[in-house]
């Protein structure tokens, strides 16, 4: 009798214990968050670090148990830089009920802005393009546009020139993406910024940029402003390195001093361009880890916890690509503390109310994110950096551009 | 003046480049009336293998630059035994769409590698002091481009001309059957002609690697921006590639050096080249050196 009962409770027990688990496992919610990216064909230079660092951080965040029992499914897909196929890869999220997306190019984020607004779902692109905003609700851009960060540029330019006003020239890619800041740069000058724009150069695969030096120096140019990728920059700097135009110090007499955006700068530029790069000036919102912080070092331990090579650990990109995973995986963890229900519309919501005291430090940027209705860029600091024996150091501290807020 | 003599001396550079890039198309071409699209594939793998065996393998430059033209050469070899050899006599459309599949191939196996998707440099290795006469310079880098194109084109004009290899590719290029019919080996001039275009174009891929660094995108976009030089020059014509090229260098140079940033232009060093090409190409369809065929019924 005695061992019949231990038997029952044997069973009983386990049918307990196994009811239990099921109902958690029941109760337990996978949220679905898709990225298209080029991870091969075109800029999967900046495309393949940056889809490590999303891939890592969603992991990071279902080890971690950052929503508790729930957990996030991300689905990263190569596009190779081809629309159509971000555009085929974006329905398919679609029908498994994405929460958010995490598009790439501004190409196909333009090329994609009806579709967005269609579904109502928010979107966090690789692409800093101001022109991403423009008739949209839904695209919210990571870090300060490629406008802010020429214009803060300029303003840097301006602050620290000495003798007049500085002239200058914007280096751009010829496409939106490189375009982007011109019309808001003549704008900031327009309101006032003092900076003389002397020549705009679309940029083409030039194997030898004398004719462009030599025309920007007989102009009188002193600085050039960079947007583009690193590639024809690594150029550029290599020929005014052999002709013996850059700038030694910030605004050397008689030499080009070289500035870039986001994408024109970081180790990549280092590796092509090698000793020519040295005392360029890039901004970008980001921590780099060559300036050691709380953040970087959380990010080199992940890069080592999930087997990343020291190149990818280091790179900004992989950096940028675990920023916009924090971005959604916070939104979502939000919205479940608030005890609502995780979806597309809620974790909009939640974006929109990321400011203020509801303001988001992801540290691996050099300001918080912040999102409003009258905000769609997340961080608005920004941080100058500039190459010294080949890695790129801090100038002074983060900053906002004046002018970029004036012409809003 | 100097400011003119630099334009010329820079368009000339660029212009070698150019030609030497655009040389593997010509020598595929002559012998066989094919268009490789996957030129530019080759000429990205041949600076890949120059810069694995430099900096992994720690074989100095010199050496790993001809390691890997020789490597690149019995790659393409076995690129048209493995994948064209059975195309001879299929229309040349086939084996076009062939080159295409094969262009695939490559960027599939690139991407497998770190340089799919990361950027290096070559190790500096020659002076960084520019060779200057007055105000006129150019880099160590681009003198040895220009003497490499000059050697391995002045080489292979020889070698069309003179030697008996080189007469029989260009009989094949002029009449499959009737070279066969003759005894000339219609495969092995095949397999040549890939391997000799293999070659230029890891010379090439090796000399743009120093100019741009190595990203793959940008050195396999060459194979493309050649492609107006051949046509210009007349796709079976060495000397066509050669002209071309200085041709297009020195225009891009002068154009960016007088026409941008004056008058609100601005990117006529992409343009002109091609509105050149376009004006030439109407009154002489088949490029500068382009041989017109005649055919009689």
Redesign the interface.
Known sequence: MKRTKMILFGVFSTALFLLIFTAQSALAKTYMIGSSLAITGPTSDAGSPYAKGMEDYCKFSNDMKLLGRDKVKCIIRDDAYKTATTKRNFEDFMDQEMVIYLNYSTGSTLGLKKDFEEEEIPVLPASYHAGNLTGSNYILLPSASYSEQAIGLAEYVARNHKGGTPRIALFLHPSAFGRGPLSDVKKAIKAGLKVNLVEVVEHGKDLDNTAMIKRLLKKKVQYVISQTVQSPVATVLKDAKRLGKIATKFGQKGKLTFLGAHYTGGNDLIALAGKASENYFWTTAFTLTSEQSAGTDAQLAMARKYGRDSKTANSHNYTSGIMVMQIAIEAIRRVKAKGMDVGKKSVYKELLQMNGFNAYYPLTTVGPVTFGKDDRAGVDSLQLYVVKKGVFKAVGSPFVSKYAKMIK | MS?FF??VV?GI??GS?YALSGLGFVLIYKSSRVLNVAHGQIIASGCFITYSLTVWAGIPIYISFLMSMVITFFLAMSVERIFLRRLIGEPIISVIMVTIGLMSII?GII?LTPF??????FP?FFP?T?ISVGDV?I?WT?LVGVIITAVLISGFSWFFKKSTVGISMRAVSDDQLASMSIGVSVPRVFGLAWATAGLTAAAAGGI?GN????????LQ??GI?VFPVVILGGLDSILGAVVAGVLMGLI???A??YL??NWGL??T??VLPYILLLVILLFKPHGLFGIHEIERV
């Open positions: 400011y630099q334009l820079s550079v660029v480049i960027d991407y799919g998707s990361e950027n290096y440099s500096e960084q520019p310079s880099s681009q743009l100019i741009t660094g190595l990203n793959f995108d940008v976009s060459f921006i891009q140079q002068f960016a050096g941008d940033g601005n990117g060093a992409e």
